[in-house]
Structures are given as structure tokens and as C-alpha cells.
Nanobody, 114 residues
Framework: QVQLMESGGGAVQVGGSLRLSCAAS????????MAWYRQAPGKEREFVAR???????TYADSVKDRFTISRENNKNTMYLQMDNLKPEDTAVYYC????????WGRGTQVIVSS
């Protein structure tokens, strides 16, 4: 059974940094397209960043040059380094795995205060 477990969320001030982790079990992340999504209060879930099986990375325009997605294959873990955080980055961040099936983690809360 595939499980994705996010961690690393928290409360930071504007301009601060956080690193989110997504630990996968029941699947091998290098064989998947892995991504981060987020959902702010009252808004729909939106794409943040993706790393493809071949290592290609894509980002939403709103986070480009501030966020960095990466993966550590030997730990079967994906990361999202978030720098220069803004209040509009406040959301629950979800890990997503896309292969033959799609899986989601339960999310980790990020709060950015001014």
C-alpha cells in the first residue's frame, strides 16, 4: 500500500524558510512523477512544483525562484525547500505521486505571518 507522509510544516515570519519532506512507502519515487500541491483556506488546491522521473522540474510562477523541489532516491523522500516565504504561501501543502495510480499525502500546514 502506497503511503506518502509529509513533514516540516510550521509557522514562520515573512522572508523565512522551511523545508518540507515527503517520505514515501510502498512505492519507489524515482519511478513516479512526484509533486507538491497546496490549498489555502477557501481556495482550491493548486500546483506548486513537480519533479518528473527523468529529473525535470517544473514550478508554478508564484513560487519560481523561491522554492526548490528535490528528491533523495536512496531515502525515497522528496523535499520542497521554501525560501523568502510570503503570507500568500500560507496553506496546507500536499505531496502527490503519479504513476499507474495517483496518491496523496495528508498534508502539512504552513503559516507565514507578517
Amino acid at each position: 500500500q502506497v503511503q506518502l507522509m509529509e513533514s516540516g510544516g510550521g509557522a514562520v515570519q515573512v522572508g523565512g524558510s522551511l523545508r518540507l519532506s515527503c517520505a514515501a512507502s510502498g512505492t519507489v519515487i524515482i519511478m513516479q512523477s512526484m509533486a507538491w500541491y497546496r490549498q489555502a483556506p477557501g481556495k482550491e488546491r493548486e500546483f506548486v512544483a513537480r519533479v518528473q522521473m527523468d529529473g525535470t522540474m517544473t514550478y508554478a510562477d508564484s513560487v519560481k525562484d523561491r522554492f526548490t523541489i528535490s528528491r533523495e532516491n536512496n531515502k525515497n523522500t522528496m523535499y520542497l525547500q521554501m525560501d523568502n516565504l510570503k503570507p500568500e504561501d500560507t496553506a496546507v501543502y500536499y505531496c502527490n505521486s503519479m504513476g499507474l495510480k495517483e496518491y496523496w499525502g495528508r498534508g502539512t500546514q504552513v503559516i507565514v505571518s507578517s
